[in-house]
């Protein structure tokens, strides 16, 4: 809570393309939320060095993510959009926080194996402190509420086990925040292997619909998604691929999964798949003309990046002090 008004904070990795999963378990609900918080939207690239990264490439990335913010429907006047490594804040209190972090809680985290098994040249102490500083985006703000997919829940709930364990030092310093988690869209798997979630670092690029994808490649890799031998059209587990699609039907028209179900009935897979694709398309068009304006127009995003940098760090070290204070740091001579 900030000024009595209620706090969404959120984040994305400038890392990869960005793809359909990202956009329907996190961005639209960005910007549904949107009218009923103060928000603050980060792109993370601090988090994404954990994994190594081309330094231009991680410079482009992170200006089109921003980008795609607005592109998005997010109005960057109200809300609040900036880059994590331009407050420090984000930095300092997650050291913090590492000292009030069990080597066993993050031991369990998924996320970390699943990373280390993939980058066993680079399993660096950032990558297993991640959370932390996931933990950090999210306190210093004093967040209500994180939108985020399913593959983040656990994170959420280290966040809310550090922040409690905390305030039960220190007396009300932090905010509990809690997930938010869509109805639908919020594990969009891959369209190559539906037991696996639809992920930016995917090698193969048939199992992702990226979000800059155009029309006619959004509409092979709908007709190549894997399915199963089945024939109907039913939303249940044993149909893994065909219940994602439906998912991804569900998230772009906004259908339940009832009305779609009611509504393929007796239709083919190969006609499931070309409507997934249209809503797909429906999604994404405005989105991608609305990006290629407003990429053009360098100086309107400077100063979006100039301005809400300082809103960020204005909110961001009202905490810090706020901690610095509690755990003993001296105080600041003027
Ligand atoms: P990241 O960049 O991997 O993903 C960004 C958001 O997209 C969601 N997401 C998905 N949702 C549905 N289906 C999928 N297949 C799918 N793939 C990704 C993620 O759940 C996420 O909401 N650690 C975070 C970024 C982060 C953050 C934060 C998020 C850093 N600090 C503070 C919230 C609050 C991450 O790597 O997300």
């Not at 990869?16 to 939207?41: I, R």
């Not at 369990?108 to 959370?131: C, E, S, V, W």
């Amino acid at each position: 809570m900030i000024n009595g008004n209620k706090v969404l904070f959120s984040g994305m990795q400038a890392t990869g393309n960005l793809t359909l999963g990202n956009y329907l378990g996190a961005l639209k609900n960005w910007v549904d939320l949107a009218d009923d918080y103060e928000c603050y939207y980060s792109v993370v690239d601090m988090h994404s060095i954990t994994v190594r990264q081309d330094p231009a490439v991680l410079r482009k990335r992170a200006r089109a993510l921003l980008t795609l913010y607005i592109a998005a429907g997010i109005d960057p006047e109200k809300n609040c959009l900036y880059y994590q490594s331009h407050v420090s804040g984000h930095a300092e209190l997650a050291w913090i926080l590492n000292c009030f972090t069990y080597m066993g809680e993050l031991n369990r985290m998924t996320q970390f194996k699943d990373k280390a098994a993939k980058h066993t040249d680079n399993i660096n102490a950032g990558l297993f402190t991640y959370p932390v500083l996931m933990a950090a985006d999210i306190l210093l703000y004093q967040a209500d509420v994180v939108p985020v997919g399913i593959d983040q829940m656990q994170h959420l709930e280290i966040t809310r086990d550090i922040a409690q364990r905390f305030n039960a030092v220190y007396g009300d310093v932090f905010t509990i925040p809690e997930a938010y988690v869509g109805k639908v869209g919020a594990k969009i798997m891959s369209l190559q292997d539906p037991a696996k979630k639809m992920s930016k670092s995917d090698e193969n690029p048939n199992a992702s619909i990226y979000l800059m994808d155009d029309a006619d490649t959004i509409r092979r890799k709908c007709r190549r998604a894997v399915t199963d031998s089945e024939g109907a059209i039913l939303y249940r587990e044993e149909q893994p691929g065909v219940k994602n699609l439906l998912d991804i039907y569900c998230a772009c028209s906004g259908k339940t999964p009832q009305e779609a179900v009611r509504e393929f009935d007796g239709c083919g897979y190969g006609q499931l798949k070309d409507a997934v694709a249209e809503a797909v398309i429906a999604v994404l068009n405005p989105l991608q003309t609305r990006f290629r304006e407003l990429e053009k127009d360098k100086g309107y995003i400077d100063g979006i990046i100039r301005t809400n940098a300082e809103r960020a760090a204005y909110t961001a070290n009202k905490t810090l002090r706020k901690v610095q204070k509690k755990i003993g740091f001296p105080e600041r001579v003027r």
